[in-house]
């Protein structure tokens, strides 16, 4: 069964500092890979995903990600982050088109925190 | 448009009380999912539909818990009777065509919380 990891629960960052936040993931085969975020009190949006192709993807808000296959890794990135970048950040992931159509798996979420 | 329309977006209840949540989903999406947010668990889905039939209600966690889709533009999720470990933020999705489903990113409503006291 596919499973995603998210190893941080929270990750602090200076405001104009990079980011990162990690996902690791375990799927057989090519995986589609999402990041969503969730500000407070909303639902979750969608930031940016991986189908194929170039392995760096670029999303919403000056964000991207890139997919690592060696290391099953789809980590978000921002080069200069920002106090409204505070929120919560999940990872998601799909089998792929030959395994049916499976829902997505998220992971538990990264509390974002950028410090003025 | 709307996006996905959630009702309540607060619910306080008691102990083995009826607990109902609607969602409407954007219009002409062919998939709806519900998910369940709690800090122990993170985000679990519960159940989903395409074209208003249940596909996999694997996730319901007991017979308490009920979910119907009567039509392509409402769906509720029934609780009955509620119990305190049913607080959580209950979530609402649709996804836009069937072409999409692997590669397509969900539209998340805003939630309903529920608190059962």
């Known amino acids: 069964a596919q499973s995603v990891a998210q190893p941080e629960d929270q990750v602090n960052v200076a405001e104009g500092n990079p980011l990162t936040v990690k996902c690791t993931y375990s799927?057989?085969?090519?995986?589609?890979l999402f990041w969503y975020v969730q500000y407070p009190n909303r639902g979750l949006q969608f930031l940016l995903k991986y189908i194929t192709g170039d392995n760096l993807v670029k999303g919403s808000y000056g964000f991207e990600a890139e997919f690592n296959k060696s290391q099953t890794s789809f980590h978000l990135k921002k080069p200069s982050a920002l106090v409204s970048d505070s929120a919560l950040y999940f990872c998601?992931?799909?089998?792929?088109?030959?395994?049916?159509?499976?829902?997505?798996?998220f992971g538990k979420g990264t509390r974002l925190s950028v410090i003025a | 448009d709307a996006g996905v329309i959630q009702s309540p977006r607060h619910e306080v209840t008691e102990m083995g009380q009826e607990v109902t949540l609607r969602c409407k989903p954007i219009?002409?999406?062919?998939?709806l999912f519900w998910y369940r947010q709690t800090m122990m668990r993170g985000l679990e889905l519960l159940i989903y539909?395409?074209?208003?039939?249940?596909?996999?209600d694997s996730g319901m966690p007991e017979d308490r818990f009920s979910a119907k889709m009567p039509n392509a533009s409402f769906s509720t999720l029934k609780i009955q009777p509620s119990e305190p470990r049913d607080s959580a933020v209950y979530f609402c999705?649709?996804?836009?065509?069937?072409?999409?489903?692997?590669?397509?990113?969900?539209?998340f409503g805003e939630g309903s919380r529920l608190t059962v006291l």
């Open positions: 539909f395409n074209n208003n039939v249940p596909i996999d």
């Open positions: 799927v057989s085969g090519n995986p589609y």
């Open positions: 219009s002409g999406h062919d998939y």
């Open positions: 998601a992931v799909r089998p792929p088109h030959n395994s049916g159509n499976t829902p997505l798996v």
């Open positions: 999705a649709s996804l836009p065509t069937p072409g999409q489903f692997n590669t397509g990113e969900l539209f």
